[in-house]
């Protein structure tokens, strides 16, 4: 027993890379200072609280935490003793979301001006200390605090990240601990996809049908949108209000905002197969969509259709006390609009040039809506189709154009370009994977994106509000692919939504990065591992040979590499630059620390 604690022991140090020091806080915050000690958590430890029941709640998860961990219940008081006491102190001089966290030998002190400053100033003192704090069991060690000084703010003001529940339906529990994990990594927004062609997962008094029957698809594809294999088993599932109510508290007590997104006048199949009077009316029949992809089937845009999403939509304003409301916006075919004849003569009546200026009209007038009842709008790209609605935010997925152009006529931009935050793209050697949407978006590549383009100007650089991961779940069955996917590329997304553009660095980032992966691994978090596998690019150059490029995430390690088939080892040849094989020769090749096997045996041929 002891010679086996002894091999965890030696295999978790060699784990850790040689550079780690002692403050690895994910996202990097503005300023750090590091001292001398370190201040160390006991059963007499007490924690001083201001009289605000905001920050009192953020205490109480402190106390929690602890409890939970290292066995005993702080005391929480008013005023602060001599020492020994964890203090989360109210200043004027801090933004919303800021806070100053002053660790010495006698004290912590959590500065800040609002509730939210205090809990991000929670998430990295939490982060300061041993991971067994994200546990769920007591644990032995000493729960120590570096001294250190760190004063901090968020870069932007939307630090979001989204997910689908229409392909795949996740548990009230599921949307819970999604929602921690954005409130770890200092987000602030869930984007909650909750209407789809697949789909219909919010509960709506007035329309009924639309959980009875529009949450249900009859089956639904095996593989890609492109097959024609299903496997003939009804699927379903929706939040009721009482559920929504309870999950949007649980998301504001941790200051996780709920943005609700109910698609429109595209993705709207659900809805129309509950109510066919909603569409063009050019079909024989409409049903729950049963494969991945764009549907012709869409809102028409007449007055018992305006009618329905306002009734649908003054429910969703009482359920979700979010400012903003995703309308969608997305991905709308106009055939039925152009073989319909109310819309053509909608066109000419309303004197508009075509069905994209028929959308502008359809997006504008639910805008118009959303603000007479004090809310805003926020859609994809395609909302800028026909003319983008006066006051509405633009989310965009189309690469960068059409933030750009938003920004440019002074509307507010979220950034989420599906070939940099898509998190339902391939992260790993799409040979090795599981079925996965789009091509292969490595954390790197989203570590090193920058979402404020250098070609606008610099007062236009202003309307980039903040950026999103985005979870399309197509090929996510459960929660558990749903974090395989997301982490820890979400790590990355959020560390470029906190941190300062000059205070992003890579080496320093995979170095936080692999300790965080022991915060997750106590969380139960199942991230994927592939920061450990060696990527081998194969790039063709002529008919009888490639050229091989290989890399590594993980820091503080060397890459070894046969070619004859045989297993690697740590004697085996180092890659130090790209090299040609021939259609002869396998590359295998795994990364290696100290001489410890890193990762899986990762392997490319012809």
């Not at 941790?254 to 009077?277: D, K, N």
């Amino acid at each position: 027993m002891i010679h086996r604690l002894s091999s965890i022991i030696f295999t978790f140090l060699m784990m850790i890379p040689a550079h780690a020091g002692r403050i690895n806080i994910i996202p990097q915050p503005l300023k750090v200072v590091e001292y001398e000690g370190e201040f160390r958590i006991n059963a007499n430890t007490r924690i001083v609280v201001p009289n605000d029941n905001d920050v009192k709640r953020v205490a109480g998860y402190l106390v929690k935490a602890l409890r939970q961990t290292a066995g005993y219940t702080l005391s929480i008081v008013g005023d602060p003793p001599v020492s020994n006491y964890i203090h989360f102190k109210k200043v004027n001089n801090l933004g919303k979301e800021a806070y100053r966290l002053k660790v010495s030998s006698k004290s912590i002190v959590i500065e800040s001006s609002q509730a939210n400053g205090a809990f991000y100033g929670l998430q990295s003192l939490y982060q300061l200390l041993p991971p067994d704090i994200f546990g769920l069991k007591i644990s032995k060690v000493v729960f120590s605090v570096p001294c250190c000084q760190i004063d901090d703010k968020p870069r932007f003001i939307w630090r979001g990240q989204h997910l689908d529940v229409c392909s795949h339906f996740f548990s009230p529990q599921d949307i819970k601990r999604y929602i921690d994990l954005i409130a770890l990594h200092k987000g602030n927004i869930f984007h909650w996809h909750l209407t789809e062609d697949q789909g219909w997962r919010l509960q709506i008094m007035k329309y009924p049908l639309l959980t009875e029957k529009g949450s249900i698809r009859k089956e639904t594809v095996v593989g890609s949108y492109k097959s024609k294999i299903f496997d003939g088993i009804p699927y379903g599932g929706y939040y009721t209000q009482e559920e929504i109510r309870d999950i949007v508290k649980y998301a504001s007590d941790r200051f996780v905002t709920i943005i609700p997104e109910i698609e429109m006048p595209g993705h709207a199949l659900s809805a129309i197969a509950c109510y066919p009077e909603l569409s063009c009316q050019l079909e024989n029949k409409y049903e729950v969509g049963t494969r991945w992809g764009i549907y012709r089937q869409v809102y028409c845009p007449k007055e018992e259709t305006f009618s329905f999403l306002e009734n649908v939509l003054l429910e969703v304003f009482k359920l979700f006390p979010s400012k903003i409301i995703h309308i969608g916006g997305d991905e709308c075919p106009k055939s039925s609009w152009k073989k319909c004849p109310h819309c053509q003569a909608l066109i000419k009546k309303l004197g508009l040039k075509n069905e994209d200026e028929l959308q502008s009209y359809f997006i504008k007038r639910i805008e118009k809506f959303a603000n007479e009842h004090g809310h805003e709008i926020i859609g994809w790209d395609e909302i800028l189709q026909g003319g983008i609605a006066p006051n509405a935010k633009v989310m965009t997925w189309l690469e960068e154009q059409g933030g750009i152009t938003a920004a440019k006529m002074h509307h507010e931009v979220v950034m989420t370009p599906y070939s940099k935050y898509y998190l339902d793209y391939y992260q790993a050697d799409p040979e090795t994977e599981q079925i996965c949407m789009g091509d292969l978006t490595t954390l790197k590549t989203m570590y090193d994106y920058e979402p404020v383009p250098d070609s606008l100007s610099k007062e236009d650089q202003d309307y980039i509000i903040g950026v999103q991961g985005c979870v399309w779940t197509e090929y996510m069955k459960d929660m558990k692919r749903v974090e395989y996917m997301a982490y820890p590329r979400a790590c990355a997304i959020s560390e470029s939504a906190w941190s300062s553009k000059e205070n992003k660095d890579w080496k320093s980032f995979i170095h936080r990065l692999e300790y965080h992966f022991h915060r997750l691994d106590n969380l139960n978090v199942n991230y994927c591992h592939a920061f450990y596998n060696v990527q081998i690019e194969a790039y063709k150059d002529d008919a009888w040979d490639k050229v091989i490029v290989m890399n590594v995430d993980a820091p503080d390690s060397e890459i070894r590499y046969t070619l004859d088939g045989s297993t690697p080892t740590s004697s085996s040849t180092l890659y130090t630059s790209p090299f040609t094989i021939n259609k002869s020769q396998v590359v295998k090749a795994i990364a290696f620390r100290k001489g410890h096997a890193l990762g899986k045996i990762m392997q490319k041929s012809f």
